[in-house]
Structure formats: C-alpha cells, structure tokens
C-alpha cells in the first residue's frame, strides 16, 4: 500500500503559517507520510499576503485538497490536543486533509521547531553581515521589541504601556540593553518611544520574514499577542533567549495562548478598540449644532 499523503492547506500570515508548516512536518513524522501543500488559498487572500513555501521549503510538494476523492479525510483543529496523541485513520485512508491554524501550546513539537529555525536560517542566514544583522549579534543585551496594530484591533492589541513599563525594568536590571523595535506602524512606534532610550533603533529590510529572521537573532523578547513575534521568540529560544509576553492572547470567547508557561507571563495588557464617551458627547454637539 503506498504511503499515506498529508495534504497542508496553507492560510494567513507569516506566523500562522509557521505553525502549520510545524505541525504538519510533526504529524508526517508520527504517520511516516509524504507531505504535500495545498498554497491555493494565497491567490485570493484579502489582505495580498503570500506563502512563504517557497523560501522555507523550495523542494516541497505542491497539490490541491479534494475532499471528494476516494480515501480522502479531514482533519481540523480540536481533534488533537497534544503532537503526541495518536490519531486513528480509516483502513481505506489514502490521503489526510489539514485544515486549521494548529496553534494550542501542547501540539508543537520541540523537534519541528528546531527543524524549521534551521530552515530559516539556511535562508536568510545573508542578514548576519547586513549592518542590522552585525549590530545585533555584537550587541550585549539585544532585545526584540515588537509592536502590532495594523488590523489587529478586533483581536485586541497591546496596550502600549505595557512595553514601556518592560523596556524600563529591562533597563533597571539590565542597563546595557539595546532595543531593536519592529512594527508594522513604524511611525506611531517612534513617536510612542521618543528619545526614552538611549540603545534604540528600528531595523527594516522591507521584507517580513527577514525582519522575523533579525529580531530571532535577540537574546530577550517583549512581544506583542502576534504569532509574528511569538515565532521570533520561539526560535530564539533554540539558544536560551528569555521571553515577556501578554497573558491573553485574543479577545475571543474560549480562545487560548501558545506561549509557553515559563515564559514571563503579563496579565491585563490586551484591551479591545475602545471609544472615548466625552468625544461622542463632542462630536454629538457639534452635529446637532450647539457648538
């Protein structure tokens, strides 16, 4: 009988892709099945993002899911709870179909995340010479700083006296730290931090999984509820970095954190987008032409 074939549909962002890339390569592994990837969500994706196979695994297998095909089934999340836990297929079972984001705390496999920082730096290992690159790495204290807000706001974002009130504990203890922000609002986070820190600066190469591959280099994280960051994090953690991170991770009933329990845990930093009353009271004023 020829080998079971999983077939990973790839979706969303950098981070939520790399948790699906990690998951699938994990449960290959366990089934010794080939792995194939199904990347046709990105030719319609809303936002224009695009699949980052190609870098990471320029060899890999290329299929479309069809769930209509003999001995085909689907596997979404919830099944499974942990990336040891035995998954029991039909006997007729020719192909697996995963579907979801794959991101609870207990299906990452330590192995596959060693597997896929190797990976990331095959291909981006040019950046250790770019000026970024070599300032980090000769950095004493290098410290990832990440910010998120671009469309976030319905997941809820970090509040940002949360990686101010960080950074300043970091500085307390750690005077020679050197911060290296990265954001997807560049301008709003050089106006947040000013000129409060002496060791600042806001490396960009333009490209998102570079930036992913630079900040990875840091050897301490304040990260944002982003599995952007969480994936730098994690990788750095191959090498004994230390990480702060918000308690919650969305604002969504039932919704859960990947970030590991030894991780430096903040509770209470996730807010929702939230109105100000005395702004409406103003603006109903002024509408109803008593100003």
Same mark, same amino acid.
């Given at each position: ?239 004994? /970095? &230390?990480?702060?991170? @918000? =308690?919650? $991770?969305? #604002?969504? *009933?039932? /919704? &859960?954190?990947?970030? @590991? =329990?030894? $991780?430096? #845990?903040? *509770? ?24």
């Amino acid at each position: 009988m020829a080998a079971l074939q999983i077939i990973n549909h790839l979706k969303g962002g950098i981070g939520n892709q790399l948790f699906q890339i990690c998951f699938g390569h994990a449960l290959a592994e366990r089934l010794a099945a080939r792995l194939t990837y199904d990347v046709g969500y990105f030719t319609a994706d809303p936002y224009g993002r695009t699949s980052i196979l190609s870098r990471l695994e320029p060899d890999a297998a290329i299929g479309v899911a069809r769930l209509d095909a003999p001995g085909t089934y689907l596997l979404r999340d919830g099944v499974l709870h942990h990336h040891q836990d035995l998954l029991q297929l039909p006997a007729d079972a020719q192909q697996l179909v995963l579907d979801g984001y794959w991101q609870t705390r207990d299906l990452i496999d330590p192995a596959a995340v060693a597997a896929l920082r190797q990976r990331l730096r095959m291909q981006c290992a040019a950046l250790d010479g770019t000026p970024a690159g070599t300032r980090i790495r000769s950095a004493r204290y290098p410290t990832a700083i990440h910010l998120r807000g671009h469309d976030y706001a319905h997941m809820g974002v970090c509040r940002p006296e949360y990686y101010l009130a960080c950074m300043d504990a970091l500085v307390r203890q750690f005077p020679d730290s050197h911060f290296f922000v990265f954001s997807d609002q560049p301008n709003a986070t050089r106006a947040l931090f000013g000129q409060r820190y002496a060791n600042l600066e806001f490396p960009a190469t333009g490209d998102d999984l570079d930036d992913l591959y630079l900040m990875s280099l840091c050897r301490r994280f304040v990260i944002s509820n982003s599995t952007y960051s969480w994936w730098a994090a994690r990788l750095a953690e191959v090498d004994g /970095a &230390s990480v702060i991170a @918000p =308690a919650e $991770w969305v #604002l969504q *009933p039932d /919704a &859960s954190s990947p970030c @590991p =329990a030894h $991780w430096t #845990l903040v *509770p209470g930093v996730v807010q929702a987008l939230q109105t100000d009353p005395s702004v409406q009271t103003l603006i109903g004023a002024f509408l109803a032409g008593r100003l």
